[in-house]
T-cell receptor, first 116, second 114 residues
Framework: GAVVSQHPSRVICKSGTSVKIECRSLDFQATTMFWYRQFPKQSLMLMATSNEGSKATYEQGVEKDKFLINHASLTLSTLTVTSAHPEDSSFYIC????????????FGPGTRLTVT | DAKTTQPTSMDCAEGRAANLPCNHSTISGNEYVYWYRQIHSQGPQYIIHGLKNNETNEMASLIITEDRKSSTLILPHATLRDTAVYYC???????????????FGQGTILTVHP
């Protein structure tokens, strides 16, 4: 299957700082990327959907000014957690989907964010 | 997208077949059944999907009942590395506001033991 990478795999930051997480599709062009969040012992929750070159669509209850998503190219999307707080500590996972009739989503390995 | 119901957990002996059931009684005609799994602290991995015919690939088989209200994922010879959370997801593949979105439920925790 297609390969999606995330960087960093783990990050620890202090409360009030911002953190950027990168999601890259390595061997295909991703017209759509999705960002999920997963708290311990819970399922994945979709945060937002981003299409290349346009603004992201956020799920209800997700603050767009706090979780900034940029999808400037067909192989890269970034999620920036602004003014992070301990309750933002979570496992953030991206997925990517190619264009046309390719409906499959390929997931990245995830980024473990810990806010102290 | 239709909702799915899965058992919370299942056990399986190594080398035996693991049969994971999923109920999706409200599935509509244009919705596919997808299976993903998530090994601890990793991103989900695609396993298989189908519409109404049974499907098989190198990882698993998917059996969908004739009325499409339930399905079973079969891992023919489970190994310890198959221990994971298995998610059954129903999704339309085209059109609508939910196009492309995957809605994850709680899934089934499959534990394969020696």
């Amino acid at each position: 299957g297609a390969v999606v990478s995330q960087h960093p795999s783990r990050v620890i930051c202090k409360s009030g700082t911002s953190v950027k997480i990168e999601c890259r599709s390595l061997d295909f062009q991703a017209t759509t990327m999705f960002w999920y969040r997963q708290f311990p012992k819970q399922s994945l929750m979709l945060m937002a959907t981003s299409n290349e070159g346009s603004k992201a669509t956020y799920e209800q209850g997700v603050e767009k000014d706090k979780f900034l998503i940029n999808h400037a190219s067909l192989t890269l999307s970034t999620l920036t957690v602004t003014s992070a707080h301990p309750e933002d500590s979570s496992f953030y996972i991206c997925s990517a989907r190619g264009g046309g009739f390719s409906y499959e989503q390929y997931f990245g390995p995830g980024t473990r964010l810990t806010v102290t | 997208d239709a909702k799915t119901t899965q058992p919370t957990s299942m056990d399986c002996a190594e080398g035996r077949a693991a049969n994971l059931p999923c109920n999706h009684s409200t599935i509509s005609g244009n919705e596919y059944v997808y299976w993903y799994r998530q090994i601890h602290s990793q991103g989900p991995q695609y396993i298989i999907h189908g519409l109404k015919n049974n499907e098989t690939n190198e990882m698993a088989s998917l059996i969908i009942t004739e009325d499409r209200k339930s399905s079973t994922l079969i891992l023919p010879h489970a190994t310890l590395r198959d221990t994971a959370v298995y998610y059954c997801i129903v999704r339309a593949n085209a059109g609508g506001t939910s196009y492309g979105k995957l809605t994850f439920g709680q899934g089934t925790i499959l534990t394969v033991h020696p």
